[in-house]
């Protein structure tokens, strides 16, 4: 029992489970509500037992005007969990930092274009004055619905799509300015700062348009076809059409609408951060899509291996999409430092550059601060102690005679041994690289006309520089060492704002809030309110 009349804690017996251990869901070491694995069970629980409650009533229903409206909520169910599965399972896969909420704007814009009088415009150009009507698509040979589907199929639903995410590409490409006059929630939830959160937004909006045309138009129409062909007799019948229809439709999303879009999406990303050449990104990126797209609906009119042809077009559809996932997550570790490698191997990220890689120094300081001149400054002193052993009485002889001792002189000459066992001075020289930089060229950033050294975990405060007259209160970043390799360094904003940094190539990266930048001579870097850095080196 202690002073206080409190007894010591009672060390835990590791052979018997912990409270925590027999109920996982009070431990405060796991975040349970913030598992993707916990939303989508939740989902497949609230799914399931609506299907089975649905059936129950269709089974029961008694007219086509009851079942109908059954049938109808039956559909969209289904469409939209599977649609769910796609949908989680790339996002899971892409390793983006994005929540799911992240797809609900695409998908509510695209909602708009689709059941609204604003698609209007879309179906005009692309449908009228463009060959992509019902004339070019409804024809016989493959050229002439190759060409429909092109422009009708292709380059207007895939623009479709993109809308959203060229929205969120203009945001981040002018942020500067509209990052002022829009909320910072409303800002970064529709901003797309590269091509894994282009990829992520394709996956909202392509999902959107598959459950809107499926639930919307093919099945709605198949079921009244084949209703008005047997005088509404055969409701189940037709029902049971409607769903064989819904399945391979939204099954092919990942092949189909969600490949596509994906494809040009990370086109339109990858122009964020490469606006050199965005025209010309972005133009593959939607000719690509639009091709492959167009090659579906109509490579079956072609005589012979119009089926087979279908199969290859499928596949290298989900092929240019995931090659479109993959790079995008690659671009995202390796510049952004956001997300992860792929533990298969599918991604290489973090290569050690060519450049020379100074040598760990850290456990040789700690000897050596101390030794240079405690150690060595009694050497003098100590040097006769080293024959001591060998003579226990070394007083007496050195009394008796100076020439008794005629060892004594080469005794003195055993001295210098130190010295030859002194070559600390050289290992104190190896401490040099504790005070260089991890790079092999010192580089530092012009803010304001002042100069700041960029060395290895030096902290940077934009509210020290005099000259910005306050302005850069909340500034703050600080010098990092890439963990793979030493040779380079980067800047790791610790502020609360995001800056943007444009590199030699034009390119503009957004650095968020704990984020990190790699530091290039000649980049600038923007801090917001009108700071620019400049780094040299």
């Known amino acids: 029992m202690t002073g206080n009349n409190m007894m010591p804690p009672v060390p835990r017996d590791h052979d018997e489970a912990s409270f925590s251990e027999i109920v996982p869901i009070r431990s405060g070491k796991i975040k349970l509500w913030k598992s993707p694995l916990f939303i989508f069970g939740l989902v497949t629980a609230v799914v399931t037992v609506a ?27 289904v469409t939209f969990y599977i649609l769910l599965l796609t949908v989680v399972a790339i996002l899971i896969y892409s390793r983006s930092d994005r929540r799911v909420w992240y797809l609900v704007f695409p998908a509510l814009v695209l909602a708009a274009i689709l059941m609204t009088p604003l698609g ?44 959203p995410i060229l929205i969120g590409a203009a945001l981040t490409i002018w942020g500067a300015k509209m990052r002022q006059t829009l909320s910072p929630t409303l800002y970064d939830l529709i901003r797309v700062r590269g091509p894994l959160d282009a990829v992520s937004m394709a996956l909202g909006s392509g999902a959107a348009f598959v459950f809107i045309e499926t639930w919307g138009q093919y099945v709605p129409n198949i079921v009244g076809q084949v209703l008005k062909g047997s005088g509404g007799k055969e409701v189940l019948g037709a029902f049971g059409v409607g769903l064989m229809l819904l399945l391979p439709r939204v099954f092919n999303a990942l092949a189909g609408h969600i490949g596509y879009a994906i494809v040009f999406a990370y086109f339109i990303g990858l122009a964020v951060i490469r606006p050199k050449g965005a025209i010309k990104l972005l133009a593959i990126g939607w ?10 609906n109509s490579v079956a009119h072609i005589p012979g291996i119009g089926n087979i042809l279908q199969y290859v077009i499928a596949i290298l559809t989900v092929v240019a999409m995931i090659a479109c996932v993959l790079k995008a997550r ?59 052993p060998a003579a226990p009485p070394p007083p007496p002889p050195q009394a008796a005679a100076p020439g008794g001792w005629a060892p004594a ?10 010295p030859p066992t002194s070559p600390p001075p050289a290992p104190i020289a190896a401490t040099a690289p504790v005070a260089q930089p991890a790079a092999s060229v010192p580089m530092a950033l012009t803010v304001a006309g002042m100069n700041m050294p960029l060395t290895p975990g030096a902290r940077l405060d934009l509210a020290m520089v005099p000259s910005l007259a306050g302005r850069g209160n909340g500034v703050v970043g600080e ?59």
């Open 51 to 77: 299907l089975f409650g649905l059936m129950r009533e269709l089974l029961n229903s008694q007219t086509l005007r009851e079942a109908l409206p059954v049938f109808n909520q039956l559909s969209m169910v």
């Open 120 to 163: 209007a415009p879309f179906f005009f150009f692309f449908r009228t004055i463009l060959p992509g009507g019902s004339g070019m698509t409804g024809a016989k040979d493959f050229i002439t619905v190759f060409i429909g589907m092109f422009f009708g199929a292709g380059l207007m639903e895939e623009l479709m799509k993109a809308v």
């Open 287 to 296: 000719v690509v899509a639009s091709v492959l797209h167009g090659l579906w």
């Open 330 to 388: 690659e671009i995202e570790a390796s510049i952004f430092g956001r997300g992860g490698t792929d533990g298969g191997g599918s991604i290489v990220v973090g290569a050690p550059g060519a450049g020379p890689i100074p040598s760990r120094p850290s456990p040789v300081p700690p000897p050596m601060a101390a030794a240079p001149t405690p150690a060595w400054a009694p050497a003098g002193p100590l040097a006769p102690i080293a024959p001591h």
């Open 409 to 418: 002189g080469p005794l003195g000459a055993v001295t210098p041994p130190p």
């Open 479 to 537: 010098v990092a060492v890439h963990p793979r390799n030493p040779g380079v360094i980067g800047l790791k904003n610790l502020g609360a704002g995001t800056w943007y940094a444009r590199m030699r190539d034009n390119s503009v990266q957004p650095i968020e809030p704990n984020k990190n930048v790699r530091l290039v001579p000649g980049m600038a870097i923007d801090f917001g309110g009108g700071i620019l850095g400049k780094v040299s080196g």
